[in-house]
DNA sequence: GATTATAATATTGTATACAATTTGGCACGA
DNA sequence: TCGTGCCAAATTGTATACAATATTATAATC
């Protein structure tokens, strides 16, 4: 959440280490990667032993992470990974909706063109990816695209806000594991907007990045209300292999 | 932020009380209330005696209020109270013009009528209070419509998501001491789109909601940019008497 | 006199110890 | 057998002590 402000810091001396935000770092991607998956108790000391710091400062990444929304407190019966509940992400769902609208509004006006031939080059990277059939990659590929486009609108609130949806949705998605007959439509919405912006259109390519993006929620929607198939690697740490 | 999530939770037993918890709720109330004005340092011992708790949940509450953008963490240097910034308050604002715009489509599809009623009755008051000159109150059923609005738009994320932005507003608001040719016009502005709720014209109300909002920014953007004037009455806990 | 190096002070970051609350089990009784 | 009350263990919440870093003051040098 509080990336983009230091990243906005231009001269950031050399090092940027407390423990507790290298311990909010790490338990966000362990949780984002489906390490410590969704309602799993967060027992204090173990975690401690495992990152190798004492429980004050991740006492204090947990209080952070339950502010983003990752976690849950109760007080006095301990931190729980947040479950990925299908209406919650619907709900966010909607509200990216608009976000997205917003940033393909904004990335017109303010995106400037070697911006745009980036974002070109980088879709069509995105096709490549889809014809050779590298899932990971184009997926990769898609997420990147779409934090361009919001970095385009510049608006640091826009960007914070829409990460830290991203994020959710994210788990969502791998926790689902959908993608099968959604890849080549979103292949072609992405199409669709990326035309919109070579013309500048900043309506249009706002409602086409809603509309990809309310259709991305119905497919992700059902595939979490559908039980997950079994994964065949291990549960921990694989690359989530769904399109965008 | 997490106030909706345990508003979620229908049975909430007897009491919530940790201190950290408490804490963020005191300091974030504090900064609201500019008794602890931007950019000002906030020294961890001082703020202690003066909370009466202990070092560890008053760090704790720092890193939940660093979340949400309100102070900011310097490592080995200390905390400061997020200073604000006329930029950042425009961003912000183009943000919430599409919170708005999108609260006031979602109202229209999921409110109750007896929640149109009751924000009707609201509306009513804040004529009313308007007719009177009373500004202190006037703000304050402001400020409820607009939560009202959101309430019943039934996304917890929106509610979530929209009230961290109205508090950096709100800080803003108060600091640029703005309003006097604003008054009439926001009042206009409401009985615009009340009437767009009264028809439960989703599109029409969620743009007009989406105007206010940009015109409310407009304002404020432009009493931040001239020096404040110097306020009559103590520097804390003075009610902010600034229109909607 | 100005500037830089150095040391003293203060403040923050982390670890550990103690207090409070919840949870699970067990005995007791209906 | 089920339910209630109580006790023990475990876990969380808080306070304090210690370590590391930054800031300020002082002094030495140019």
Same mark, same amino acid.
């Given at each position: 959440? @509080? ?9 950031? %001396? ?22 410590? %998956? ?13 990152? +190798? ?18 976690? !849950? ?11 990925? @509940? *299908? ?19 904004? =990335?017109?006006?303010? +995106? ?7 974002? @070109?080059?980088?879709? +069509? ?18 997420? &990147? ?7 385009? =609108? ?12 991203? *994020? ?32 500048? @259109?900043?309506? !249009? *390519?706002?409602?086409?990045? =809603? ?10 929607? &059902? ?9 065949? +690697? ?8 769904? *399109?965008?």
């Amino acid at each position: 959440m @509080d990336r983009i402000k230091t990243m906005k810091a231009a001269a950031r %001396p050399i090092r940027r280490a407390t423990l507790h935000h290298s311990a909010v770092e790490e338990l966000r991607a362990m949780i984002l990667d489906g390490e410590l %998956p969704p309602g799993s108790r967060v027992p204090e000391v173990q975690l401690c032993e495992q990152l +190798g710091i004492s429980r004050t400062p991740l006492r204090e990444a947990l209080r952070v992470l339950s502010s983003e929304g990752l976690v !849950e407190l109760r007080p006095h019966r301990g931190a729980v990974v947040a479950p990925v @509940d *299908a209406n919650e992400i619907g709900a966010i769902f909607e509200v990216m909706d608009a976000l997205e609208r917003l940033a393909g509004t904004l =990335a017109c006006r303010n +995106g400037s063109d070697a911006e745009f031939a980036k974002l @070109d080059r980088m879709h +069509g990277q995105l096709v490549t990816q889809h014809e050779a059939g590298e899932r990971a990659a184009y997926f990769l590929t898609n997420r &990147q695209i779409h934090a361009q486009i919001v970095a385009m =609108a510049r608006n640091p609130a826009l960007e914070a806000t829409y990460a830290g949806f991203a *994020a959710k949705i994210l788990r969502a998605r791998s926790l689902a594991n959908y993608d099968t007959g959604r890849w080549q439509e979103s292949v072609d919405e992405h199409e669709g907007f990326m035309k919109a912006f070579r013309r500048r @259109d900043a309506e !249009e *390519a706002g409602a086409l990045l =809603a509309d990809h993006s309310r259709r991305t929620a119905v497919a992700v929607i &059902q595939a979490l209300r559908q039980p997950a198939e079994p994964e065949e +690697g291990t549960a921990a740490g694989t690359e989530p292999a769904n *399109a965008g």
